[in-house]
């Protein structure tokens, strides 16, 4: 199906991104750039959250994990079927069946009647992960959705996430800080600074560009690994 | 006595219900609007706050004075002017209170609903679920604010004996004639009906916590 834009505009208070074209499919395209870049303003334009000039068309059914994700009051499984249940318009009792497995999925099934005010925050994430991936998206944004999570817990995640993607063609769009994320879950990059589109291309080749900040990125997940 | 207390729980009531109607609206285009006026309503109902009963009930009875601006609608030393005065006393209140909670509760939540594909629809019943105990807790502060009230029901009530007498007038009444266990009486009750109050108000928010 695929995320097609054409110029896309938008302005946060006085930030101004501006991005000249922008496409996502299921092989991934992983946004980069250093803080105050506009990677989260992009995400917000593309998905309609935030007032923008220009087109995108994308899947009706998306989904987003965002970076502090927001939770109802109310407990980890009320919190992912009542989005279930209201997305997909299936029976409450279907949206809970689908929250408890989406839930043992990212490992909260033992933390599933905890309120989802008092989850911890990479618990909290877990839960966004969750709620995302039950809502069955054909389209999914991803902000910085592995940042609190424990290291021993992550690939068992980015896995969950990927396998979604291979098994339905989902988009896929994630922002991240991460070379290590951005790897494992995408073939293409759009690297963003000051508003503006700096690099665009395979992930490959944009992490060889010279460029400072992709070349810390590059130096870091080499010591990391 | 059942015929008073009645009678400030029903104008209290009808009072509290009036200016939901008006601030909640308020409130929700306070911290949803975009319009510069959302400043100046927030700032009115801050000042609103300290508002002297005494002085609205003085508007409200000099507005319906027999030769007043709105004398001809004969309502001074009726329930109605009651309650229409304690309407204005209140609103400030539940405004600025709902104004509190709706700002706590996080403002992220619309666009994260969205973002998941929920339906309009049911992003509004779903925030409306996550705001409700902030609501009901501003309007039942409210209604306790309107029912231990005196000035206003004095002035433009006028504390009529099976017409316009509440708990408070009542007691002043007593009082003056140096009738104290009168007074310590409809005090009692009074404190009853705030102590019934607090119980639903907590009674709800344990529910939804």
Known sequence: ?225 | MLEIAALSVAVSIVATLAAAVVAIPAALWIVHGRSAARTVVLALFGAGLGLPPVAVGLAVAFTFWRSGPLGWVDLLYTPTAMAIAQTIIVVPLIGTLAVISLRTSDDTLAMQLAALSVPRRARFYLIAREVAPGFAAAILAGFGRAVAEVGAAQMTGGNIEGQTRVLTTATMLAVGKGEFGEAFSYVAVLLGIMAVAAGVALTLQRRWA
């Not at chain 1, 990212?106 to 990479?122: E, F, K, M, P």
């Not at chain 1, 039950?134 to 999570?149: K, R, T, Y």
């Open chain 1, 1 to 225: 199906m695929g995320i097609t834009a054409g110029r896309l505009v938008a302005r946060r208070g006085r930030f101004v991104l501006d991005v000249p074209d922008f496409r996502a499919d299921a092989s991934g395209t992983a946004v980069l750039g250093p803080n105050g870049a506009g990677k989260t303003t992009l995400l917000y334009a593309l998905q309609g959250l935030i007032a923008r000039d220009g087109s995108v068309e994308k899947p009706i059914r998306a989904a987003a994990v965002f970076a502090r994700p927001a939770v109802l009051r109310g407990s980890a499984l009320w919190n992912v079927a009542a989005v279930v249940s209201a997305a997909l318009q299936v029976s409450f009792a279907d949206a809970q069946s689908r929250a408890r497995s989406a839930l043992g999925d990212v490992g909260l099934a033992i933390r599933w009647s905890a309120d989802a005010r008092t989850l911890s925050t990479g618990e909290r994430q877990r839960l966004a992960i969750a709620r995302a991936l039950a809502v069955e998206p054909q389209a999914m944004f991803l902000d910085e959705p592995f940042a609190n999570i424990d290291a021993d817990a992550r690939p068992d995640l980015r896995a969950l996430l990927r396998s979604y993607v291979e098994r339905t063609r989902c988009d896929l769009v994630l922002v991240t800080a991460s070379l290590a994320d951005a790897r494992a879950m995408c073939a293409n990059a759009v690297v963003l600074r000051q508003g503006h589109v700096v690099h665009a291309g395979s992930l490959a080749g944009v992490t060889s560009a010279r460029d400072e900040y992709l070349q810390a990125l590059v130096a870091e997940s080499r010591l990391i690994l």
